[in-house]
């Protein structure tokens, strides 16, 4: 399943919803009379938000699950198009809120005390969890939310493409804007990074030898190699060679399915419409090193569960969460491998999976081990928002990159400040 439905939503939409949302400060609690049949004061009801899922299946799959739960009876609200972070969070603030809700690590959730300390659920386990992962999803030693699925993102190619132009896969950001250049014909663009750029800020930050934040939550962005990479993504940007305004973003593989490029960022998630369309002529590359001193990189997006530490049935919720995400392996399984293909967030499930074993699948495995970088739960979506000011300014309007990272500065360092003292 791709990390995005097919609206024209994307994970840093639901983060500006949250930041929203915390900045309401303390959340009203829910009370008894949330409209729901069945559930009254018993426990033996719980609601489940899950945005919906671009790939067929995946719907029937969730309520399937659900549907097993002998413990109650789970309702599942599957949101369509680009509603599912402002129902989310609307609902939040009322007595109708889900139990249980899928979402992304964000230290607001924790802080505002929307979301439930699941270390006690967790903790059993956590030692065939991904450590990255569960370093993701704790504040203060409380681990908060459980791991779905892990979703790396790279740079899918058309191997026959690079043969015909005579290019190699690209190793430095330099070799991309040559093979971008070389691969643009009438008819197709050689590259394709979305239509807002967004998906490759990080990205290209770890691959110029920086980071978001340090160890201490100090920047990390505001290097000379970071500087170097907005001026070559602005002579990218300007090229004539980079697809803009596809008729769908970087997570749906269509652009490169359909010709559109010959280079497209996407994840892993769509490696199997990608094989369908494509046969054996596709490939997979990192995001290429940016100076003589970085290092590829891989961004692990995904999606993790949450309970809503202001529901009605917070332990009977908790309760769900430990059955189908931390008991239920054949659940878990099959949501990372039925649907599109995603890494297990399960040491033992990864280890196991098949279908990742050989072919593309595993060069993806391989790049994500090598290369992969995980959400920091510290970063919040002002900053975020700073960060994609930066690009607008330096990459789509030629700005000054030394300015427009100072201006950024200002924004970080003052929720750091907030969040961290």
Partial sequence: MSALSSSNWDRRSVLRAAAGLAALGPLAACGSNNGRSGGGGSGDELVQYFHAYGEAGTEQAIKRYAKAYDKARVTTQWITGSDFESKLFATLLTENAPDVFEFHPQIQLVRSGQVADLSDIVDPVKDDFNPADIASHTVDGKIYGVRMIDDPQFFFYRPSLLEKAGLKVP???????????????????????????????????????????????????????????????????????????????????????????????????????????????????????????????????????????????????????????????????????????????????????????????????????????????????????????????????????????????????????????
């Fill in 171 to 421: 190793a430095t950001l330099d070799e991309l804007i040559e093979a971008a250049a070389k691969l643009t014909t009438d008819k197709v663009k050689g590259l394709f990074i979305g239509n807002d750029l967004h998906a490759v800020i990080n990205p290209m930050i770890w691959s110029a030898g920086a980071d978001t934040l340090d160890e201490k939550n100090r920047i990390a962005y505001h290097t000379e190699g970071v500087k170097e990479g907005l001026r070559k993504m602005r002579s990218l940007f300007t090229s004539g060679h980079l697809l803009l305004d596809a008729p769908a973003d970087y997570w749906d593989p269509s652009a490169i399915n359909q010709g559109l490029c010959a280079i497209q960022f996407c994840g892993m998630w769509a490696m199997p419409q990608m094989q369908k369309a494509l046969g054996d002529d596709i490939g997979v590359f990192p995001f290429p090193k940016v100076t003589d001193s970085g290092e590829p990189s891989v961004y692990n997006g995904g999606w993790s569960m949450f309970v809503n530490a202001k529901g009605r049935h917070v332990d009977l919720a908790k309760e769900y969460v430990k059955w189908l995400w931390i008991d239920q392996k054949k659940y878990q399984e099959d949501w990372s491998l039925s649907y599109g293909f995603h890494i297990p967030p399960r040491s033992s499930l990864a280890a196991s999976a098949a279908k990742l074993k050989s072919g593309l699948p595993a060069e993806g495995v391989e790049l994500f081990g090598k290369y992969g970088h995980f959400d920091n739960i510290g970063w919040t979506q002002s900053m975020i928002t700073a960060l994609e000011d930066v690009f607008a300014d330096c990459v789509r309007k030629g700005g000054d990159p030394e300015a427009a990272l100072d201006k950024a500065d200002t924004t970080v360092n003052r929720e750091l400040k907030k969040l961290f003292g």
